[in-house]
């Protein structure tokens, strides 16, 4: 073969130097792509030898090696696939890529921004190599028989020779890349084996790790060569059919992955050939605490190579909280995000992943309740997040919702709802700080109350959404007021006023509103109440402090005073006597602020008046 040189006659000037400076953002990527293009090479050869067009003794091991040397400055990939002939490297090398670019350009000029979002396209996965490299080296041999093979150079990606190959006498393709000086962390073997593993660990041909350093530059032993275990997992766990995998398997894979020692709480299988082929694996991880929800990651995969992380055109955004891995071939492998905001099959997609989270989720609630039940506290944020994010989410698992109340139990809102009926209907009681709201929870259990634990940083949110969704249900937090259930008689009781007259003309404004009961533990003197509605416009004013709203925000206060406690009895039955008016004030002020720091923390000077008042109360019972 006689030596053949050319250049590429490219109409858009100097489109080469700009397509390496903006095409490939991250360096690392010729890597995914040279191994991508070997791994389709040998796909090829298999598909042929399939179809009887070409012949295989049944024994080959298809593999892709990919070489370090030191010496030479150098890393190869060598694969051996279908293999090139010097008229098909004319074709795909030299025509259709050169081509290809400049159509590239003229479409993608005026979008840069998108470069890191559109690697691949027109055929130019080649040429990353030459973001890396300063001479680039195709040594190729033809499947077909009697073919010649072939030596393609190029140092500068717009200028070739090609050439008989003095070195390629096995059928396949080895592309070598000769580094720029400001390339040479690929020549460091830890650095390539992550790249490998980051982009390459599931693809379907062996992939394979060496270093010529110290080694001579021949391989004599090749069989040596290829025992070697590969750095890929050729046939990953989402690819087998659910009913073939085992709980293990599901575990191993996930602590493979995701590099994780826990064990995820459960998982779905996707597993969709039609109306578009989707396969993968979502897992609910085992959350510490709630603010660990930003370390999910979904992998995305088209035909087991990695495409990217969290790619939320495609995953809804509250999956991303998940850990998982999605395969999805229908997808380009390299696709700008404004083509997967506007695709109609992406959408699809999107829509069929969220219906599999909620059949899963349904699937568990009604036939594994006690463990759905004990999964609850650590997916409930997730799931709550996810009906925020999109309400046809809810849509699909409002029914599947579950509280936990204060007796520990999980029950539905319709269960809720329908247990306390008779005593306050479409009114749904929350606590949001079990130790804050003790003294409210134990009122709540003596008069045979129930209430719902809300104590995350989303339930405010979930709240509103769920007083909007379900049209006529309202949510009061346990300290509000709940002076109707509370009665024991519709009768005013002949001390209600005397009692009310006393600590409002001791207490005065400092409460909004007064109420006397008969409370049926006597240990309590008085409990504050909060209305629901000043809480949350004072909760909301909080969160835009600094601006004046124009309205008052103040927590409107019902001091709630128990009839049956003993220190209650006696200051009003002391009231008209004036030598002990002293003391009934301090004991009916110690007696509000023993019940407002119940219901929240006292301000700093509240709580240095409280503190006085008690140490002047232990002196007076000194002095008895």
């Known amino acids: 073969m006689a030596t053949q040189k050319g250049s590429i006659s490219i109409n858009t000037e100097n489109i080469f130097p700009i397509i390496k400076k903006w095409l490939y953002s991250d360096k690392d990527i010729f890597i995914r792509e040279l191994i991508s293009n070997g791994c389709d090479a040998v796909n090829k050869y298999k598909r042929l030898v399939t179809l009887g067009e070409a012949k295989s003794n049944g024994e080959e091991q298809y593999k892709i090696i990919v070489t370090i040397d030191k010496d030479n400055e150098s890393i190869s990939f060598a694969d051996n696939g279908i293999g090139m002939s010097k008229e098909e490297v004319e074709k795909y090398i030299n025509q259709v890529a050169f081509s290809g670019a400049e159509d590239f350009f003229n479409k993608y000029k005026d979008k840069m921004e998108e470069s890191n979002d559109i690697i691949g396209h027109f055929g130019l996965g080649f040429y990353s190599s030459f973001m890396v490299s300063k001479k680039v080296q195709i040594d190729t041999l033809s499947y077909q028989g009697g073919s010649t093979p072939v030596r393609w150079t190029s140092e500068n990606g717009t200028e070739y020779e090609i050439s008989k190959s003095d070195t390629k006498n096995e059928r396949g393709t080895t592309i070598t890349l000769f580094l720029e000086d400001d390339s040479k962390e690929?020549?460091?073997?830890?650095?390539?084996?992550?790249?490998?593993?980051?982009?390459?660990?599931?693809?379907?041909?062996?992939?394979?790790?060496?270093?010529?350093?110290?080694?001579?530059?021949?391989?004599?032993?090749?069989?040596?060569?290829?025992?070697?275990?590969?750095?890929?997992?050729?046939?990953?766990?989402?690819?087998?059919?659910?009913?073939?995998?085992?709980?293990?398997?599901?575990?191993?894979?996930?602590?493979?992955?995701?590099?994780?020692?826990?064990?995820?709480?459960?998982?779905?299988?996707?597993?969709?050939?039609?109306?578009?082929?989707?396969?993968?694996?979502?897992?609910?991880?085992?959350?510490?605490?709630?603010?660990?929800?930003?370390?999910?990651?979904?992998?995305?995969?088209?035909?087991?190579?990695?495409?990217?992380?969290?790619?939320?055109?495609?995953?809804?955004?509250f999956l991303l909280?998940?850990?998982?891995?999605?395969?999805?071939?229908?997808?380009?492998?390299?696709?700008?995000?404004?083509?997967?905001?506007?695709?109609?099959?992406?959408?699809?997609?999107?829509?069929?992943?969220?219906?599999?989270?909620?059949?899963?989720?349904?699937?568990?609630?009604?036939?594994?309740?006690?463990?759905?039940?004990?999964?609850?506290?650590?997916?409930?944020?997730?799931?709550?997040?996810?009906?925020?994010k999109d309400e046809g989410f809810y849509d699909k698992i409002k029914d599947y919702i579950l509280f936990k109340d204060i007796n520990k139990e999980y029950i539905t809102l319709k269960d809720y709802l329908?247990?306390?009926?008779?005593?306050?209907?479409?009114?749904?009681?929350?606590?949001?700080?079990?130790?804050?709201?003790?003294?409210?929870?134990?009122?709540?259990?003596?008069?045979?109350?129930?209430?719902?634990?809300?104590?995350?940083?989303?339930?405010?949110?979930?709240?509103?959404?769920?007083?909007?969704?379900?049209?006529?249900?309202?949510?009061?937090?346990?300290?509000?007021?709940?002076?109707d259930v509370l009665k024991d008689t519709n009768e005013e009781q002949e001390d209600t006023a005397d009692i009310k007259d006393l600590f409002q003309s001791i207490i005065g404004d400092k409460v909004k509103d007064y109420s006397v009961e008969s409370l049926r533990n006597e240990d309590t003197p008085a409990i504050i109440l909060v209305s629901e509605q000043s809480r949350r416009m004072s909760e909301m004013k909080s969160q835009f402090a600094g601006m004046d709203l124009g309205m008052n925000f103040e927590e409107e206060k019902t001091l709630v005073i128990n009839r049956n406690n003993p220190i209650v009895k006696k200051i009003v039955s002391l009231k008209n006597d004036e030598s002990k008016k002293e003391d009934i004030d301090l004991i009916c002020n110690q007696v509000v602020d023993l019940a407002l720091l119940s219901n929240k923390e006292l301000s700093s000077e509240e709580l240095d008046s409280f503190i006085k008042r008690s140490n002047k109360l232990m002196s007076m019972i000194i002095s008895l």
């Open 321 to 388: 909280l998940l850990k998982g891995v999605i395969d999805c071939p229908d997808l380009p492998l390299n696709v700008s995000r404004s083509f997967l905001q506007n695709d109609k099959d992406v959408s699809k997609i999107s829509k069929h992943i969220i219906k599999k989270v909620a059949d899963k989720l349904k699937l568990l609630f009604k036939n594994e309740r006690e463990e759905y039940n004990k999964f609850w506290d650590d997916i409930q944020v997730f799931i709550k997040y996810g009906c925020l």
């Open 418 to 483: 329908e247990k306390c009926k008779e005593k306050h209907e479409n009114k749904v009681f929350y606590v949001s700080d079990e130790v804050q709201q003790s003294q409210y929870i134990k009122l709540f259990k003596e008069y045979d109350l129930d209430a719902v634990i809300l104590n995350s940083s989303i339930d405010n949110h979930f709240i509103s959404f769920m007083e909007y969704k379900e049209q006529g249900v309202v949510f009061n937090r346990i300290d509000s007021d709940i002076s």
């Open 186 to 317: 690929f020549l460091n073997e830890y650095e390539v084996r992550e790249i490998i593993d980051k982009y390459c660990s599931f693809l379907p041909v062996e992939i394979y790790l060496e270093s010529k350093e110290n080694k001579d530059e021949k391989v004599e032993n090749e069989e040596e060569q290829v025992e070697k275990s590969p750095l890929n997992d050729t046939t990953p766990l989402w690819l087998k059919s659910p009913s073939e995998c085992t709980d293990e398997e599901y575990k191993d894979f996930y602590r493979k992955v995701f590099k994780s020692f826990d064990e995820p709480l459960f998982w779905i299988h996707l597993n969709v050939d039609y109306p578009f082929n989707l396969k993968g694996i979502l897992y609910f991880p085992k959350l510490k605490n709630e603010f660990e929800l930003v370390e999910g990651k979904v992998k995305l995969y088209n035909n087991q190579v990695f495409i990217a992380d969290n790619i939320k055109e495609v995953i809804p955004e």
